[in-house]
């Protein structure tokens, strides 16, 4: 599926939330890590999650991956069976493994694809280093490829900002249980994305690894030597995919009905209820799912993306069919994504005929757009192809999405999902 072509639809039915990739990244890497075996139920697969299965199996753990239920058969003693980890297009793996591969004795070396391998890490290796481990960029950048020189982790204090990538705290937050003595991590900056760090540290806790954590997450000490119990657990529904079908209804004048979806959910993008709601959309929550029925009237709002940056992309269409100025505010890390997302959504948006700019770190849209078909490229950004889908789907004419197949990193059925509530989309 190099690229699909989507016409001007209406929807109607009832779609299942993939599961979360979030969660799923840090089950697995936690399970890896287990002493034991641990059973993951409802699993994301996608291209993401099979990046961090094929690089636990490199430090030993053995995962057999069935159709709903991942088996993890993790241990604390860590042996690298390779000596260079293809981490694909997935950052979270990355920086999730960087760490841990400190562990095992030998020299370990972490590559990626072409976007990851111009993502920031510089922060994370300096991190280790103040940890007692050998590590270094490559070619001296900051930037994969990474290595990292085994024998494990010292302990002591690392700082590390708090707003480059909560996904460097959670790798510290993972490794340092094994470390030979105390570790205590410290922000140098306020937590961005801060879910996402409370998300590890319930993951932790099911795990039996005890971590004390600042009231304002600024500080987390971990006491060396704890190991890793077995947990078996369901992955919940993503929020951050459901928020492409929510605004799909929305944008349509539709009425859908997302199952899989926890009323009670330590996710961030839990966010887009409440961003929907604001915006007029007639929106009912009950538990296990979200149903949102279009009135053919959005209000413009004010998002601040400090810690949902994945729900800008979503926002900035939203925005396009609302009366008013959306502004989506300090949006500064989505220019460190697979693609510049705030270039790429100006970029895309406006070739619509959108009304998008930027003004510093925040997006702008000035709203009602009559938005009308033609080709996107998708910047090979999952966020990026799904968000102009949703916008294509309540254009006029036909939109193509070039190199659409790169949902697969995220949400591969998502074009499926969408033909399943009625999207006029076709393949090729």
């Known amino acids: 599926m190099a690229k699909v072509t989507i016409g001007a639809s209406s929807l109607s039915g009832v ?14 890497i936690a399970a890896s890590l287990s002493d034991g075996e641990s059973r993951i139920r409802r699993p994301l697969v996608c291209d993401d999650t099979e990046a961090t299965v094929n690089a636990v199996r490199a430090y030993g753990a053995k995962v057999e991956e069935r159709e709903a239920e991942w088996i993890v058969c993790g241990s604390s003693k860590l042996e690298m069976t390779k000596d ?23 020299v370990t070396k972490l590559t990626g694809g072409e976007s990851l391998r111009k993502r920031p890490m510089e922060p994370l290796l300096v991190a280790l280093r103040q940890l007692g481990v050998v590590c270094y960029s490559l070619d001296g950048s900051g930037r994969p490829p990474l290595v990292v020189h085994g024998g494990g982790i010292r302990g002591g204090t690392a700082s590390i900002p708090g707003d480059i990538s909560s996904q460097f705290i959670s790798g510290l937050l993972f490794a340092s249980p094994f470390a030979k003595g105390d570790v205590e991590i410290q922000l140098s900056t306020t937590l961005e994305s801060r879910s996402y760090v409370e998300m590890t540290l319930e993951v932790l806790k099911d795990h039996r690894v005890a971590v004390r954590s600042s009231p304002d ?10 190991n890793l119990a077995p947990f078996s657990r369901v992955i919940p529904g993503d929020y951050s995919s459901a928020a492409f079908l929510l605004a799909a209804a929305a944008v349509t004048s539709s009425k859908v009905r997302v199952l899989n979806l926890e009323k009670r959910s330590l996710q961030g993008d839990r966010a887009i209820v409440e961003i929907l709601k604001q915006m007029g959309a007639d929106l009912k929550v009950r538990d296990g799912c979200v149903e949102l029925k279009g009135t053919g009237s959005l209000e413009a709002v004010q998002v601040d993306a400090r810690d949902i940056p ?36 100006v970029t895309e948006l406006n070739r619509m005929a959108a009304k998008v700019t930027t003004s510093g770190d925040d997006i702008v849209v000035e709203g009602p757009c009559k938005l009308r078909g033609t080709t996107i490229n998708s910047h090979h950004d999952h966020r990026i192809a799904m968000a102009c889908s949703v916008a294509a ?22 074009y499926k999902d969408l033909r399943s509530l009625g999207g006029n989309i076709i393949d090729g």
Do not use: W
């Open 84 to 106: 260079v980890i293809d981490c694909g297009e997935s950052a979270a793996t990355m920086r999730f493994v960087t760490p841990i591969a400190a562990h095992p004795s030998g």
């Open 217 to 226: 997450m600024r500080e987390f000490f971990i006491l060396h030597n704890q």
């Open 15 to 28: 779609v299942e939330a993939p599961s979360s990739k979030a969660f799923t990244h840090r089950v697995v």
């Open 310 to 345: 994945d729900l800008a992309p979503v926002c900035a269409v939203l925005g396009c069919y609302a009366n008013g100025r959306t502004v989506i505010r300090n949006a500064r890390r989505l220019r460190m994504k697979e693609s510049d997302r705030i270039e790429s959504l």
């Open 393 to 414: 789907l309540g254009a006029d004419g036909e939109t193509e999405i070039q190199n659409a197949d790169c949902v697969s990193k995220s949400y591969p059925s998502f």
